[in-house]
């Protein structure tokens, strides 16, 4: 070494260091269609009005590659509610496949909610829980048509 200069060195830590934060940056985050989880999205929930009751309809989108099954349905305006099949039989469980679009509409599979506990105004929201196997309970806000 010539006088005058130094000669620096680097530390084990100082190298440590540098490589953990070098690394943490390198994370992958997998999202729910990459694990082959459920993810249910229901959008445009409405409840009609139909006599003593009242028919739910709605869009279920899911986007997880797992099936998930619809349960029951539960709603604070009905004492009971029922998954109806396309000819009116009651259904105990609705199958949502994965990676697939579900319809609840007036020509399929439909929720009926029965014994009201309140009269129904047009234009009035109101909440319908659906409960899923998977999922978990999953509230709708729905229009009241």
């Known amino acids: 070494m010539t006088p005058g200069r130094r000669r620096r060195t680097v530390g084990r830590g100082t190298v440590g260091l540098a490589l953990v934060l070098l ?3 390198c994370v992958y ?3 729910v269609g990459d694990l082959g989880g459920v993810r249910l999205l229901p959008e445009r929930g409405r409840v009609v009005r139909n006599g003593d009751g009242a028919l739910f309809f709605v869009d279920i989108t899911s986007t997880g ?3 998930d ?3 029951r349905a539960e709603t604070p305006i ?3 509610a029922q998954i109806l099949s396309p000819s ?3 259904l105990a469980r609705l199958q949502i496949p994965g990676t697939s679009f579900v319809r609840l509409h007036p020509g399929g599979e ?3 909610l029965l014994d009201l506990t309140r009269e129904l105004k047009a234009g009035e929201v109101v ?3 659906l409960f899923f196997e998977k999922s978990g309970a999953i509230g709708v806000v729905s229009a009241v048509e």
Do not use: D, F, W
Request: charged share 25%.
């Open 88 to 90: 009116g039989e009651p």
């Open 23 to 25: 690394l943490g940056g």
């Open 78 to 80: 009905a004492k009971r």
């Open 127 to 129: 909440i319908v829980t």
């Open 65 to 67: 590659k797992s099936k």
């Open 29 to 31: 985050y997998p999202t």
């Open 69 to 71: 099954v619809l349960v």
């Open 110 to 112: 439909r929720v009926v």
